[in-house]
């Protein structure tokens, strides 16, 4: 650790007097781990250790970014070369100069615990896990013709630093857990399911998961919605939906457009651009039940860390208040463009990328209702409480989710189960029609995919059930 | 003297493991992202990767290491025979090919690509300005230059080497923040790279979006320029991977010597293209790749196959592994012998659309999926654009899209860009029958 200080400092030194203004540097590790069964067998153990270093730095007011992970000293030098070099090549054509908001400069370091040990979990453990993981799927009087499901563990040691005093560390296990199943029926067809599961922290993260009765819950309900249900009938009708739609809903409707990087442009070419601009702060976008927020310090959650990237305090922020549009997701670049501070939004997936704008726990706040008063005012509706397929377009405005769990609503009670209902709306129409907000806040692990080149970056998306009125939904086909 | 990835075999085997692959990787990339009109950062990077498979009675084990110096080769074989050995026979296990291989040789690499570094801003600069003249307002994008050379040494006795060189731009211009237009130029030579013309084509999309309206749901026979064609081929050539159709995560599972397209339709795999995107000459179990061809008029004739699905199968390996995965190379599409400037007037009433993005399946062996529309999309009727449209996205099935398939052209685009990650040659394609949706609320 004093090493690698030591040698950030170097680093830094020898980047101001090659040129730079500001210089970072970033030393990231990630060691994974990780079994997979396929039917009930064992396909492959693997492991990965990726280490190495990236520079960014700014020189006449351009960005560069190097990496390298061939770490002896003479890479090292080399690759602040690379770096200014690059940086001035990328400020010949700017017509402004890139600057950074004022931060506070800290000295830290952040670790998550383990209350029970990953690394006392021995590889035959995890197989054993799995197996009965495994058992419990093929156990449900359900013909599930094909499943895959794997265990890996992710440990992350990142050191920055920057030439502003900046001084952080930090180290974050991540277990994580994904499962595809299938279920087949004779006459019926198949129908598929794709889980994820992940937090930070040890052992007791995954067995808080208590995915032998999730997992055996869930191919039953394959069963159920593969023989049962029914084609879904179309209309101008009121939808409940359960804390997963709630959850992918905040991330694609409300974080993504609220990346402060894409509502500048800068993933133009890529993921895209906002249906927000600039000024759009305070904007209505929804009813007054809505409030979405993203906080990256929830003790345990897969997309926790308590400083970012560039050293910035970690902390929630509210993205929609009470249905309007309350902050954006900021680095320190948007943030000076937007003259506040950071709000610590800047996250690398490994050292070889630069930080960008980044979701962490996107989730919408709980209301004060239970699922039985959301479904007790629906004369006729739906109740979505899982999907398979979304998307949604790139100023995330356009989007559909297709319900996997989904039944019928009929005076107040959930009653027949139907099949792939669709919701495809308008952000602004979806968050208007939202009136009462259940009090049942869960979450589900993703990886989210942005940058280029990709960086997948894990996150919590959550919320509780909500209702909205009078929506369109169509079934699918 | 050994390389590290020669050494690296020689420790494994002195120390017990049967079989290994020990391959290192020297990867070198520059690039340059901009948007509104300027470069947001120029990146480039330096890495060295060693990748190991191992296995000892049937007990298998895959590792990839970095920053590997002599000394920390020492742990990291100590550690990779001991997880081999812990870990338990698996059934899916299939020895290393072995035998005589023919390699193809006379590769040719454009070295000149690794050294282009700050040369590539003026690319960069090229794309915008003919954006620009098309009368796009922006244009935002990033341009690669990347050089990787590939060592591998099997406990089989093979000791190969191929190096790649590529340059990609995907450049997409702004006519206003509704009328937006993307290209990409992608070469392994210079001189088949031209920005130039990819921001000049980005630019007219663009121009030409202006003015967007919405459309009434339903199904729509529809032109596919290059981008999206070659989105949807390379998500069926991707389906034919073993290790997808063994785990039903692909509609083509079960389906071999079925029709399942249109007999206008015949994909291959070719990493044998000359100067190909995907040119490859070894798999990562250092057999010869081949070409082979996925979809012939329409029938299903082929996955893709390592040793491990292969055994399964009761197949033989197509030298598209993957340890686990099998997947495609260099995906070709047959052209058609259609005049691309012939395609409109073969339509006669429809859509032109241009790029797609986010395509998401319901379920993966039926192919019900959905996929968002995205920049230049045109409303045309007899043969000619009258208007462009907006907010829509195609809902409806691989097997019954590519059934759909009427006429290709006579001219091949070589694709690869953020959402299509396997060069993808496509001409484009006429479908009839799709099913287009659009959301509640506009």
């Given at each position: ?11 830094l ?6 040129g ?13 781990s990780?079994?997979?069964?396929k039917?009930g067998?064992?396909?492959a ?18 960005l560069?970014f ?11 030098t ?9 940086a ?7 017509s ?5 908001s ?24 995890k ?15 359900v013909?599930v ?25 930090a ?9 595809l199943?299938?279920?087949?029926d ?36 394959l069963?159920?919605m ?7 009938p ?16 905040s ?5 993504h ?9 800068r ?7 906002s ?5 759009d702060l305070?904007?209505?976008i929804?009813s ?8 990256p ?6 997309g ?14 509210f ?8 902050e954006?997701?900021?680095?320190r670049e ?8 950071s709000n610590?939004?800047?996250?690398a997936?490994?050292?070889s990328?630069?930080s960008?704008?980044r979701?962490?726990n ?9 699922l039985e008063e959301?479904?007790?005012?629906v ?8 999907f398979m397929?979304?998307?949604?377009d790139d ?12 039944y019928m609503i009929e005076?107040?009670?959930i ?25 049942d806040?869960?979450?589900?692990a993703?990886?989210?995919g ?13 919320g509780?059930s909500f209702?909205?009125?009078?929506i369109?939904?169509?079934g699918?086909? | 003297m050994a390389?590290?990835?020669e050494?690296a075999?020689?420790?494994l085997?002195?120390r017990?493991v049967e ?20 470069p947001t ?24 290491f ?8 020492e ?11 812990n ?12 035998g005589?291989?023919?390699y ?8 000149r690509i ?7 801003v003026?690319?960069?600069?090229e794309?915008?300005?003919?954006s620009?003249e ?25 000791s ?8 990609t ?15 990409v ?6 001189e ?9 084509k980005?630019?007219?999309i663009?121009?030409?979006s ?6 009434d749901?339903?199904?729509?026979d ?5 981008l ?7 998500e ?9 159709i ?11 010597g079925?029709?399942?397209g249109?007999?206008?339709?015949t ?12 040119e490859?000459?070894?798999?990562d179990?250092?057999?010869?790749t081949?070409?082979t061809?996925i979809?012939?008029k ?8 390592n040793s491990?699905t ?28 259609v ?22 399946y319901?379920n993966?062996?039926t192919?019900d999926?959905?996929?968002i529309v995205?920049?230049?999309a045109?409303?045309v ?17 691989l097997?019954?899209i590519?059934?759909?398939?009427e006429?290709?052209?006579d ?7 953020w ?10 394609a ?5 099913r ?7």
């Open positions: 650790m004093e090493d690698i200080v030591e040698l950030s400092r170097k680093i030194d020898y980047a101001v007097a090659a730079a203004s500001y210089a970072e540097a970033r030393f990231h590790s990630d060691s994974d990780g079994v997979a069964l039917n067998e064992v396909e153990v693997e492991a990965s250790y990726e280490v190495g270093i990236g520079v960014r730095v700014l020189v006449n007011g351009g560069g190097a990496s390298t992970n061939m770490l002896k000293p003479e890479n090292l080399r690759v602040v070369d690379k770096a200014v070099k690059m001035r090549a990328s400020s010949y054509l700017k402004s100069r890139i600057c950074f004022k931060d506070e400069a800290y000295s830290v370091d952040w670790r998550v615990s383990e209350k029970k040990r990953l690394e006392d979990w021995s590889l035959n453990d197989i054993d896990f799995l197996k009965n993981l495994d058992k419990a799927v093929i156990s449900q009087g013909n013709s094909s499943r895959y499901m794997g265990y890996s563990e992710r440990r992350t040691r990142r050191v920055y630093a920057n030439t502003e005093d900046a001084l952080v560390s180290l974050v296990p991540r277990p994580s857990f994904f499962a199943i299938t279920v087949a004779p006459s019926k067809g198949v129908i598929q399911r794709t889980l994820q599961f992940g937090g930070s922290g040890g052992m007791e993260i995954v067995e808080s998961w208590r995915l032998e009765e999730k997992l055996g819950s869930e191919v039953k309900t069963h159920k593969l023989t049962e249900s029914v084609r879904t179309e209309g101008v009708m009121d939808v409940v939906v359960g804390s997963e739609v709630a959850g992918i809903i991330h694609e409707a409300s974080g457009p609220g990346e402060a990087d894409r509502i500048f442009g993933e133009g070419a890529q993921a895209g651009e249906y927000l601009k600039a000024e305070g904007r209505k929804g007054e039940a809505v409030n979405v927020v993203d906080d310090t929830i003790p345990g959650s897969y926790f860390y308590l400083f970012d990237d560039e050293g910035v305090k970690a902390r929630r922020k993205l929609i208040k009470e249905g309007r549009i309350s954006f997701l900021m680095n948007t943030a000076a463009k937007l003259g506040v501070k610590g939004s800047a996250r997936s490994r050292y990328v630069e960008i704008v979701m962490s996107t989730f919408i706040l709980p209301g004060d209702h239970s959301l479904l007790s005012g004369a006729k509706g739906v109740y979505v409480k899982s397929e979304w998307n949604i100023k995330r405005w356009n989007q559909r989710y297709v319900g996997l769990e989904a005076d107040g009670r009653t027949r189960p139907v099949r792939n209902p669709v919701i495809e709306i308008t952000t602004e129409k979806l968050f208007s029609s939202v009136d009462a907000v259940g009090k806040l869960d979450f589900v993703a990886t989210c942005k940058g280029d080149p990709m960086q997948g970056m894990p996150v919590y998306m959550g509780p209702r909205m009125r009078n369109m939904v169509k699918v086909g | 390389e590290l990835h050494k075999l020689k420790m085997t002195d017990g079989e290994a692959i020990v391959t290192l990787y020297e990867s070198e990339e520059s690039s340059v992202r901009y948007a509104n009109n300027e950062i120029a990146l480039s990077e330096d890495i060295s990767t060693l990748r190991i498979y191992s296995s000892i009675k049937e007990r298998c084990f895959i590792g990839s970095e920053n590997v110096s002599e000394d920390f080769l742990k990291i074989v100590d550690d990779v025979v001991t997880l081999t050995k870990t338990p026979p698996t059934p899916f296990y299939a020895p290393l090919p072995r005589v291989f023919n193809r040789v006379g590769k040719r690499v454009e070295r690794r050294q282009l570094d700050e040369q590539l003026s690319h960069v600069s794309a915008i300005r003919a620009r098309a009368g796009a307002e922006r244009s935002a994008g990033i341009l690669y230059s990347s050089h990787m050379v590939e060592k591998l040494a099997s406990s089989t006795g093979l190969l080497q191929e190096e790649f060189a590529s340059i731009l995907n450049h997409r211009a702004f006519a206003s923040p509704e009328a937006t237009g993307q290209w130029s992608c070469s392994t030579s210079l088949g790279f031209n920005p130039y013309e990819a921001g000049r980005a630019g007219e663009a121009v030409a202006l003015n967007p309206v919405l459309i749901e339903g199904t729509y529809v032109y596919m320029g290059p999206i064609f070659a989105n949807m081929m390379s069926v050539a991707g389906f034919a991977s073993g290790f997808l063994q785990i039903e995560m692909s509609f083509m599972t079960g389906k071999i079925q029709r399942i249109s007999e206008k339709l994909i291959r795999d070719d990493p044998t293209m000359p100067g190909g995107l995907g490859k000459i070894f798999d179990e250092g057999i010869p081949q070409r061809i979809i012939e329409g029938v299903l004739r082929n996955y893709l196959h491990r292969a055994r399964l199968a009761g197949a033989s390996s197509t030298g598209n592994a993957g340890i686990i995965s099998p997947h495609p190379w260099n995906i070709v599409v047959e052209p058609g012998n005049k691309e400037e012939n395609m409109m007037q073969k339509l006669g009433k429809g859509l032109y659309l241009t790029n797609s993005w986010y395509q998401r319901q993966y062996k192919g999926f959905s996929t995205r920049d230049g045109f409303y009727e007899d043969g000619e654009v009258k208007h462009s449209v907006k907010g829509i996205r195609i809902s409806d099935n097997q019954r590519i059934s759909n398939i006429e290709l052209s001219r091949l685009y070589p694709i690869k860009w959402e299509v990650t396997t060069p993808t040659y496509v001409p484009t006429i479908i009839r029958n799709v287009i949706t659009k959301a509640f609320g506009y």
